[in-house]
């Protein structure tokens, strides 16, 4: 299928983060046409270095929240496009204090709904599937584009509120808006609060792993390249109102995820702490991409999930500069929760 749209000048909120500053270099690298301006507010998960490397003519950086409408009003005009990526992502977090989520996921996403509609440019919304609420380990579904909204966590549920705006001001206002639902990502620049990066940076600094429960719970791997080609494949060819599910057929048990890390670090299979679990835990996620895939052509490649996470492991290894500044207040963060 063509591209029906072709951005010459677009907003990517979040692109200091893990995900958005991987599609910021996606389209710096495989588009030369398309300008792109970030908006980060750097929180605590953005890093300005998850973006070195890229040329001053491909990107402006703009410092600020997305929550400022007269920001907002300062900058949206001139592009022509905004990819929303920008959020409080981290479920364990939303438990510990969730007004941050309701803030930026919520009232986010409507301050640029707002400009969106104002300044009548593209949309394209970056969702969770944990929107899905969660599946029975041996449920033989997967999640599509048509299963009903059943959010479990503050963060997951902020995640689908902002869903609810986008869709409800395409259908009233008409604003020009696509949604993407994608599966758990890895792979460089996550930050060490999240289970891969965690645990490698646990072994990398002789920390034995942690692992909530009994670590039977089910997560849907992706790798963030991959999520990046999908969503470029969803704002350039997708159709307007249309929601898209992203995942690779990565189906894993935590505890298998943890022993394969500890294998190809070296260590014993058995070397990991069992930790207090996750309240309201999600036992399972599970994507059907045949949308995607059907409609608009797009295909993961990186599908070998053992060399990707082996090529993961290998980048935290070569990069303590990038996590170390986190990584000890991090640890306490979980200390004081039993984790
Ligand atoms: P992240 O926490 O690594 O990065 C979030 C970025 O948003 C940071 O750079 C942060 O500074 C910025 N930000 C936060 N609040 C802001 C605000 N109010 N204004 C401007 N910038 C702000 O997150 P991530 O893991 O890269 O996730 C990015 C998006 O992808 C999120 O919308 C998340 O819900 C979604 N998502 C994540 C995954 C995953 O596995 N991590 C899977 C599916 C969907
Ligand atoms: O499914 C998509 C979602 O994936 C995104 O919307 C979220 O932004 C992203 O953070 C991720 O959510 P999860 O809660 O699934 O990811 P997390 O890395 O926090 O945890 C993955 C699994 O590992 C989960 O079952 C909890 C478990 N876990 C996590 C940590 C941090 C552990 O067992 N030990 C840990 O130390």
């Avoid at 890229?54 to 400022?68: K, L, S, Y």
């Avoid at 505890?255 to 070397?271: N, T, Y």
């Avoid at 490649?301 to 207040?329: C, N, Q, R, V």
Wanted: aromatic residues 10%; hydrophobic residues 35%; charged residues 25%.
């Amino acid at each position: 299928m063509t591209e029906t749209f072709v951005p010459k000048n677009i907003i990517v909120t979040g692109g200091a983060g893990f995900i958005g500053s991987n599609f910021v270099h996606y389209v710096v690298d495989n588009h030369p046409g398309t300008h792109v301006t970030v908006l980060d507010a750097l929180t605590y998960a953005g890093n300005l270095d998850n973006l070195k490397g890229i040329p001053e003519d491909r990107m402006d950086f703009v410092h600020g929240n997305i929550c400022d409408a007269e920001l907002l009003d300062r900058i949206v005009p001139g592009h022509d496009a905004i990819v929303h990526y920008a959020a409080e992502s981290h479920n364990d977090n939303s438990i510990a204090n969730p007004e941050p989520f309701v803030r930026t996921n919520v009232v986010g996403t409507f301050r640029l709904l707002e400009a969106v509609r104002k300044y009548d440019i593209r949309y394209h919304h970056i969702s969770t599937d944990e929107v899905y609420g969660d599946l029975a380990l041996d449920d033989p579904h997967r999640f599509t584009e048509e299963t009903p909204y059943r959010p479990s966590s503050p963060y997951s549920s902020t995640k689908a509120s902002s869903d609810m705006l986008v869709r409800a001001w395409t259908r009233t206002y008409g604003i020009r808006a696509t949604i993407s639902n994608c599966s758990n990502n890895y792979g460089p620049y996550q930050h060490v609060e999240k289970f891969i990066p965690r645990q490698i940076t646990n072994i990398l600094t002789g920390v034995r792993p942690k692992l909530y429960g009994a670590g039977l719970n089910v997560r849907d791997w992706i790798h963030t390249e991959d999520h990046s080609s999908a969503v470029w494949t969803i704002l350039t060819k997708g159709r307007i109102g249309e929601t898209y599910l992203i995942g690779a057929d990565g189906e894993k048990n935590n505890i298998d995820v943890l022993r394969i890390i500890l294998r190809l670090m070296g260590e014993p299979e058995d070397a990991f702490d069992h930790v207090k679990d996750r309240p309201g835990h999600d036992r399972r996620y599970a994507i059907d991409s045949t949308k995607l895939q059907t409609e608009l052509g797009w295909k993961p490649t990186h599908t070998d999930f053992e060399s990707g996470l082996k090529a993961t492991i290998d980048w935290y290894a070569a990069h303590p500069e990038w996590w170390e500044k986190t990584k000890a207040a991090t640890e306490e963060r979980y200390r004081r929760q039993g984790q």
